[in-house]
Nanobody, 132 residues
Framework: QVQLAESGGGSVQSGGSLRLSCVAS?????MGWFRQAPGKELEEREA??????????SYADSVKGRFIISQDKEKNTIYLQMNSLKPEDTAMYYC??????????????????????????WGQGTQVTVSS
């Protein structure tokens, strides 16, 4: 099992930026970021972005053009640069590892799966709050 530790969350105003980091005990082929908004159930957790060891990336439509996922393979770390933040980006952000490789080509791969199946290894999450 991969151990993951997220950091970088916080509170910002609309239009602001944050950079999340996730340090993994070991790198897996496909890693990514997911988020769960306040009051939402696990089934409503949504994918944000994925990146594989070849640096192929995938993004949810809701964050394309605003968020950038990157990695430092030597440090077993992935990042999520979040720009032009909106109040609807407010959520707990989770890092996950050992994901299906297809997720790193299509961020919709796990849509509809949350709550009905378990997959990947997960961090504890870091809270992002965007005020208007």
């Amino acid at each position: 099992q991969v151990q993951l530790a997220e950091s970088g969350g916080g509170s910002v105003q609309s239009g602001g930026s944050l950079r999340l980091s996730c340090v993994a005990s070991r790198r897996t082929t496909c890693m990514g970021w997911f988020r769960q908004a306040p009051g939402k159930e696990l089934e409503e957790r949504e994918a944000v972005a994925g990146i594989d060891t070849d640096s192929r990336t995938s993004y949810a439509d809701s964050v394309k053009g605003r968020f950038i996922i990157s990695q430092d393979k030597e440090k077993n770390t992935i990042y999520l640069q979040m720009n032009s933040l909106k109040p609807e980006d407010t959520a707990m952000y989770y890092c996950a590892a050992d994901l299906a490789p297809r997720f790193c080509r299509n961020a919709a791969y796990y849509n509809g799966v949350f709550g009905s199946a378990t997959f990947g290894d997960w961090g504890q999450g870091t809270q992002v709050t965007v005020s208007s």
